[in-house]
């Protein structure tokens, strides 16, 4: 499956972007879906993910109650809503997919098989 990440931008603290994570070549019904996000100089973090069969979400607790995941069937692609943003968001946004990933390690970058190209989250103070 191939991954198209978009959305990202600039924008000020306490401001809210979407990004959207569309796959083509297949549909995403069997994967989890995720989202990293990786800042200049530090390594790649979790940020949250959906399980396509199901819809159970899971999030970083450094964004829990502010960022929202989930799934459009229709259009075959996962969003990421980013609200309340804060500085500390800033990074590289990266979607990825996994037909193996567990539970237990659905925070785990090397999981995941499948990646997009990153889209940029920029947040002004």
């Known amino acids: 499956v191939q991954l198209q990440a978009s959305g990202g931008g600039l924008v000020q603290a306490g401001d809210s972007l979407r990004l959207s994570c569309a796959a083509s070549?297949?549909?995403?019904?069997?994967?989890?879906v995720g989202w990293f996000r990786q800042a200049p100089g530090k390594e790649r973090e979790f940020v949250a993910a959906?399980?396509?069969?199901?819809?159970?979400?899971y999030y970083a607790d450094s964004v829990k109650g502010r960022f929202t995941i989930s799934r459009d069937n229709s259009a075959n692609t996962v969003n990421l809503q980013m609200n309340s943003l804060i500085p500390e968001d800033a990074a590289d946004y990266y979607c990825?997919?996994?037909?193996?990933?567990?539970?237990?390690?659905?925070?785990?970058?090397?999981?995941?098989?499948?990646w997009g190209q990153g889209t940029q989250v920029t947040v002004s103070s």
């Open positions: 990825a997919a996994s037909r193996r990933v567990i539970m237990s390690a659905i925070k785990i970058s090397q999981y995941y098989d499948y």
């Open positions: 070549g297949r549909t995403f019904s069997g994967y989890t």
């Open positions: 959906v399980r396509w069969s199901g819809g159970y979400t």
